[in-house]
Structures are given as C-alpha cells and as structure tokens.
C-alpha cells in the first residue's frame, strides 16, 4: 500500500491540555473500502493484451510478447499485494475509454490526500476525481487532462500549469502535470487535497467541508496513447484498427491509497473500531463527531478544535444546582452570564434549575423563598432557597395578608383568630370594656373580666347586672334567692 506523498506533512495529534486541537492519525482508508468498476479486462471471458512499453516505434525491446488477460479485478487495486486491476483495451470498442471506479469508505472521513499508481500502462488522459456523502450526487474534486488544451475544450476549466497549487481551500483546478506519456508502466498520480490551500496550516471550516466524503469516484474518460497512434484512433472506430495498436491501450492500476482520518473536529487524539471507528472525544465534546459540546458545557459556543486552538466546550457556572444548559448568544452579548472563574463572559444559561433556584446561573431564588443570610457561607451552599412564601430574599421575613403576622406568616396578630390559607385572619371582636385583652383563642373566644360572660364578652355572667358597656354589678347569689330576686324584678316589670 502506498505512502503518503513527501510533501504532505498531516497535523498531529497534541497532548497538550486542550490547548491546541487533538487528531487522530492518518491512516489509508482504502484498505478498508469497498470498491467496484463497471469494466474489468478478462470479464466475461479472457482476452489478449499487449504492453504498450513493448511496442513502442524504435524502442529494442527483447522478447516482446502479448499475454492473456483473465480477469484482473478492480479489488487487488486496494489488497495491498503486486496483482492488479485492467480495464479491457480499446480493441473491445471505444466505450472502454469511459471507464468508472468508486470507492465507499463506509463512513464519512476527511480525506488528505490520494495517490493513484499505474500498473502495465502509462497513466489515464482524462479523467476526473470526485467525492460524495451520500453515494448520489458528487462533486469534482479536480479534473485530470491530457493537455492543457483540454482542459478548456474539454472541461471549460482554466488550466493550471506546472504542478497543482490553489488560490482557495474550495477551489477545483484541472492540471496536465500527471497526464504526461511517460512513464509508460508504474506512473504515479499524487493528489493531496490539503497542501498548497490557504487553510492548510489552521484547517478551515471551508476545507474541512470540501476534504470530507465517504464515496471517491475516480471517471476515466481517455486513454493515454501515443501520438503516431493519435490520428488513426481518432477517425477509425478501434475495431476496424490492427489489433496490435488497439490491444495496447487499456487502464491499469496496482494501487489506491487513500490517505485520510476520522473526522472529530479537532477534538480527539484516537479513533477505534468499535464497532465502525468512533471518536474518543475529548475537550468536553460529545456526538458521534465530537461536533458538540457536553451537557452542562454550553458556556461558550461549540467550535472546531485547530492546530492552534483546542477550543474546549467550558462548563456553565450552575452553582452545581443545574446539570445542563445551553449557549445563547445574546446573553453572551449583554454580558448577563457568569463563567466559573466569576466573569461575566459566555452565554451559557442554566436548565432547571434545582432546590428552588432560578436565573441564568442559578443564582436567585424562585419567588418565594430566600437564602438565610444568617447561615455561614461554608455551611449553606451557594444558591439554596428556604421558605415557600414570598419573603424577603435576604430574611426570610415572608409578606403576610393584613391582619396575619410571623416570619413565615404562621399566626394571627393580637386581636384576631382563624387563620386559614388564601383568606388570613378574621377580627376577634372583642369588648373592650367587657374582656381581658383584644386577643381571643382560635375559636374567637375573648377572655372576660369578671361577672361577663359570652364570646365577645358582652353580657353580665349569670348572677351579674348593670352591663352597658362597662363590669357587671352584683353578687353570685344562691339559687333560692336568685329566683326569688328575678321574680321580683319581674313582678315590677309588670
């Protein structure tokens, strides 16, 4: 299996506390793909082919010779072995030009680079290497031609001369500088995705993007011939031309090497098989991707770890009376959230808040209740809230109905009874003349003076006269003269 080309240096992996991005290794994702071409050589039976190496006009070969094609599949492109895979030559027709490989690495990666190595055969004319995440459309990646000429005429692209660089990290350039005839066998095709880009240094959202895919197309679209043979291949149909010119024009390639790595944003250092390869996340990230931050690490907005930035998602100050949150820009701008170190910095906002605690970070009490100033700060926990009335935040001191009274609005004030809830208390009542005090019990039974009686205390007791407002007169007389003064009263009366 092919190395990566000299001059694509791949970031790597940092251990340095979330400083700097983390990523895993490049490895080749090919090995582990899924391949297929739609025309193989020796399918569906064998058939003659000729190196072109051989059979070049005046070039002394010894022992020239055309062996037998018995199917060469597409897979020893990627096994790693000296097999390889052959397109059937143009002999079979003119169609065998257009020849498709796709490649499907069965999970989305970015992808740094892609080299392409020729077997028995110069290296494809024209061709065009494309990408897609999901195996139905694709995208140009960059296109290959014969000259630059073709590049215009073929491919309506400006042509970049010499070896490929780019302006921009998206940019899709067609170059002539792998199409060249020679080598005429074992030619090598390297296509780094990441060098030569603005980004390449920092990687970019922008090329992070155009560097991701799951399926690699590679179309080839014209063989490389010579160019004796370039005429007559040109207005004769290949079937009508000597087989031993069109036996020798066919696609060969021993190996594709996919130089690539799990896409975890700049937040993992490893990616195992487990049991398709998964992210590690680290940095407080979370997602198949590490593409998101924790739960509870909202206070700063999710960002792509870099070679320079490690960007960790930080954790939102709750006061530990929260488990979650999540990231609100205008609180950010306004600056009403509270990091963990104490700075009004990030937009982090709390989500439930937990033991009667509301707000951003957690930091007030719901209505209602209060956090007793009385209590050491090392004995009560920063947050907690006491007292479901509405009290004084400070206190505790709750605001009673009119008439109630106590801290948390538990009792009547003097002179009234009856509390119950949603209605306070009701007056006492009470003569003033006739009772002890203003206060009553909780049945409204005001305490009388002496020789008065009922609950208001205002009646003479029995045995007791004279109440107009002020103590009964009188003696508690026995029964026999009680009746006997009550008749006579009532004998008067009449």
């Known amino acids: 299996s092919a190395l990566p080309e000299k001059s694509f240096q791949p970031p790597r992996a ?6 700097t991005g983390l990523f895993p290794a490049i490895f080749n994702l090919a090995s582990n793909a899924e391949i297929s071409s739609n025309a193989t050589c020796g399918d569906p039976e064998p058939e003659v082919y000729c190196k072109l190496v051989e059979h070049v006009p005046g070039r002394r070969i010894k022992n020239p010779h055309c062996p037998r094609c018995d199917r060469h599949p597409i897979t020893n492109a990627i096994d790693g072995t000296n097999q390889w895979w052959q397109s059937p030559s143009i002999k ?3 169609q065998f030009h257009w020849v ?17 190595k020729a077997a028995n055969s110069p290296r494809p004319g024209n061709w065009i290497l494309e990408r897609s995440l999901d195996g139905v459309t694709f995208d140009p990646w960059q296109y290959y031609a014969i000259s630059d000429s073709e590049c215009l005429h073929r491919y309506n692209i400006t042509p970049r001369f010499g070896p490929p660089t780019y302006k921009t990290d998206t940019e899709v350039i067609c170059t002539s500088y792998y199409s060249r005839l020679n080598p005429l066998e074992h030619g090598e095709i390297h296509t780094s995705l990441i060098n030569g880009r603005p980004g390449a240094d920092d990687l970019t959202p922008d090329l992070l993007n155009f560097t991701s895919a799951r399926y690699i197309r590679v179309r080839l679209q014209r ?8 005429m007559t291949l040109s207005v004769h149909d290949p079937r009508d031309v000597d087989p031993i010119v069109t036996r020798r024009y066919f696609y060969s390639i021993k190996d594709i090497s996919v130089g690539g790595m799990c896409i975890c944003y700049g937040h993992a250092q490893s990616c195992p098989l487990d049991p398709k390869l998964k992210c590690v996340c680290e940095h407080n990230t979370c997602g198949e991707n590490c593409n998101e931050c924790c739960p509870g690490y909202h206070q700063l907005p999710w960002q792509p770890g870099t070679l320079s930035e490690g960007n960790t998602c930080e954790k939102c100050n709750c006061h530990n009376k929260a488990s979650d949150c999540f990231y609100n820009q205008t609180v950010s701008d306004l600056g009403l959230s509270l990091n963990r170190h104490g700075v009004r910095q990030g937009g982090g906002v709390c989500i439930d808040c937990q033991q ?3 707000g951003t970070n957690c930091e007030n009490c719901r209505d209602g209740y209060y956090r007793p ?8 926990p920063l947050g907690e809230c006491l007292f479901p009335h509405v009290c004084d935040i400070t206190t505790g001191q709750c605001v009673c109905r009119e008439n109630v009274t106590g801290r948390t609005c538990d009792r009547c004030q003097s002179g009234f009874f009856g509390l119950q809830s949603g209605r306070g208390c009701l007056p006492c009542g009470c003569s003033q003349s006739g009772s002890v005090s203003e206060s009553c019990d909780q049945d409204g039974r005001c305490r009388c003076t002496e020789g008065v009686a009922g609950d208001k205390c205002d009646r003479c007791s029995h045995g007791y006269y004279g109440y107009h407002g002020r103590n009964c007169t009188g003696e508690r007389c026995d029964g026999v003269s009680a009746i006997g003064r009550h008749s006579a009263v009532s004998s008067v009366a009449f």
């Open 14 to 19: 940092v251990f340095t506390l979330g400083y």
């Open 223 to 230: 063989i490389r011939t010579l160019n004796a043979d370039l």
């Open 100 to 116: 498709t490989i796709t490649l499907d690495l069965n999970q989305i990666f970015q992808v740094a680079y892609i080299i392409i």
């Open 92 to 94: 079979n027709g003119r």
């Open 356 to 358: 009667n605690t509301t």
């Open 373 to 380: 100033a009385e209590v050491p700060a090392v004995l009560r």
